[in-house]
């Protein structure tokens, strides 16, 4: 782990690995430990992985009332500059799926393909856009320990929370770790961003949309709008995950993952270096 200091904020992240980069980034209320199913698996297979925190969680620690996207942008520029980096597959869940159109928008040339993961990119609804709004206060004011139980079944399929302990144990240590002043302030910008599927509809590379099949958010509608918006899209629908599918069904999303990567020109030259990339393998 390392911490990456900015003028707006220090920065955490992990770098393991090298190749191809991908750089993950987490979503509400999680942090870049979320990320570990895809570190193990990845990182022997050939890939440089970096995952870095949003402004706000982990170790990206904020005194900031509000942390706007672009901010969260920002962070993942500054770590990818710090790290020299010049092409990236850059893969997000939920809010962290929302830096990537963003992130595009500022450096097209630096993304090579972008995965988002059970993520949102239009405005909310006036009722999500006020429930968005009165929570960061709720958090601020009572902590996120509280919130937890709350919030688990809505970021967790049944199954997962009832049949799946390590995994909903993971989240819920996640979740109960998090500085409820730095969850406030993210939760905040999250909620006055404005539209990004302007942003969606301008990139212009390879992209790949993941939904868990019991995403309490998506209900199979959103992940298809998304998908919609994406010039070069693909959707794959991981079953039995709600909205962190990369937690909680790891081996079908890396099979998944590891399947859209070798149709990225950035990475074909994998191939050479005797990797195996399955049934599915093909170099375009």
């Known amino acids: 782990m390392s911490i990456l200091a900015t003028e707006f904020a220090p920065i955490g992240f992990s770098d393991r690995g090298t190749g191809p980069a991908l750089v993950f980034v987490h979503g509400f209320l999680f942090e870049k430990r979320m990320w570990q199913p895809q570190i193990d698996y990845f990182v022997p297979r050939g890939y440089r992985v970096i995952c870095v925190d949003m402004v706000g969680f982990g170790d990206s620690a904020t005194a900031a009332d509000i942390v706007l996207m672009a901010v969260h942008s920002r962070a993942v520029a500054a770590v990818l500059d710090a790290c020299s980096v010049d092409s990236v597959v850059l893969i997000g869940n939920s809010m962290g799926g929302q830096v990537a159109p963003d992130f595009a928008d500022r450096r097209p040339k630096q993304v090579a393909a972008v995965v988002l993961s059970d993520t949102f990119v239009g405005l909310d609804p006036d009722q999500g856009r006020a429930a968005r709004l009165a929570l960061p206060d709720r958090l601020a004011n009572e902590g996120v320990r509280d919130y937890t139980e709350e919030f688990l079944p809505l970021v967790l399929s049944e199954r997962s929370v009832r049949e799946r302990p390590a995994v909903a144990d993971r989240a819920r240590a996640m979740m109960a770790d998090a500085d409820p002043a730095g ?39 959103l992940g298809t709008e998304l998908a919609e918006n994406l010039s070069q899209s693909q959707l794959r629908v991981i079953a039995e995950a709600g909205h962190t599918p990369s937690m909680e069904g790891p081996d079908a999303f890396n099979t998944t993952l590891s399947e859209f990567l070798y149709s ?21």
Not at 203 to 216: K, M, N, T
Not at 264 to 284: C, K, Q
């Open 183 to 221: 969850a406030a302030a993210a939760l905040r910008g999250r909620a006055l961003r404005s539209d990004y599927t302007g942003n969606a509809r301008r990139v212009s590379v390879a992209a790949l949309v993941v939904v868990g099949a019991e995403d309490s958010f998506d209900r199979g509608v």
């Open 264 to 284: 990225v020109p950035f990475v074909n030259r994998l191939a050479e270096r005797g990797i195996d990339g399955g049934p599915d393998f093909a170099v375009g």
